[in-house]
């Protein structure tokens, strides 16, 4: 059972846009999730992170929302660049233990 | 911050040869290590979770006799892909964990390794 979704497996955005990435989960006892960029034949790239006391965290042109109430997630990246073309995967986890990850959303960021 | 090293980023190997993929703390000691493993499109599943000192603990699916995993030391975690067959090939994470406590837990991620067999 996917405990963490991403329903979207693709996003194209012009360059200089926002780039707005769901996941949703449906473990309420998640406390910490992070959101990772993978390249093609690459291991994952860490982005940025959250813990469930806080409700957003920024990071230059990344800022993940996390809404509690409604299990969901998002990442937002702006301005997108052709440089953030990659694969995004959201991950959850409780209590310090594994992550699970989601499905991950291909970004196409147009020129 | 914290750095995980795995190696190697990749590797290829024939049928029936075994293949170790090591997965180094290099400034922190990770009490707890994750391996992952990552089917073309899908998402990273959890394989087993090891601590130091003790037995790994397998996800169910996993074959243990299959994927040796070895956590000797605090800074160190090995995989070792035995007999390794073409529906091995995969791409394999490792995740770090320090003593730590909530809100991050202090994990931090390999940069994973890509494994071919042919």
């Known amino acids: 059972d996917q405990q963490v979704k991403q329903n979207s497996p693709s996003l194209s955005v012009q360059e200089g846009r926002i780039s707005i990435l769901n996941c949703d989960y449906t473990?309420?006892?998640?406390?910490?999730f992070l959101w990772y960029k993978k390249y093609p034949a690459e291991g994952p790239t860490f982005l940025i992170s959250?813990?469930?006391?806080?409700d957003k965290n920024e990071d230059g042109r990344f800022t993940v929302f996390l809404n509690k109430s409604a299990k969901h997630l998002s990442l937002h990246i702006v301005p997108s660049q052709p440089g953030d073309s990659a694969v995004y995967f959201c991950a959850a986890s409780a209590f310090g233990n594994q992550f699970y990850f989601g499905t991950g959303t291909s970004l196409t960021v147009i020129p | 911050g914290a750095v995980v090293s795995q190696h190697p980023s990749w590797v290829i190997c024939k049928s029936g040869t075994s293949v170790k993929i090591e997965c180094r703390s290099l400034?922190?000691?990770?009490?707890?290590m994750f391996w992952y493993r990552q089917f073309p499109k899908q998402s990273l599943m959890l394989m087993a979770t090891s601590n130091e000192g003790s037995k790994a603990t397998y996800e169910q699916g996993v074959e243990k006799d299959k994927f040796l995993i070895n956590h000797a030391s605090l800074t160190l975690s090995t995989l070792t892909v035995t007999s390794a067959h073409p529906e091995d090939s995969s791409f394999y994470i490792c995740s770090a964990r320090k003593l730590g406590t909530a809100p991050n837990y202090g994990y931090t991620f390999g940069s994973g390794t890509r494994l071919t067999v042919v």
């Open positions: 473990n309420s006892m998640f406390d910490y």
């Open positions: 400034d922190f000691q990770a009490t707890t």
């Open positions: 959250i813990s469930s006391i806080k």
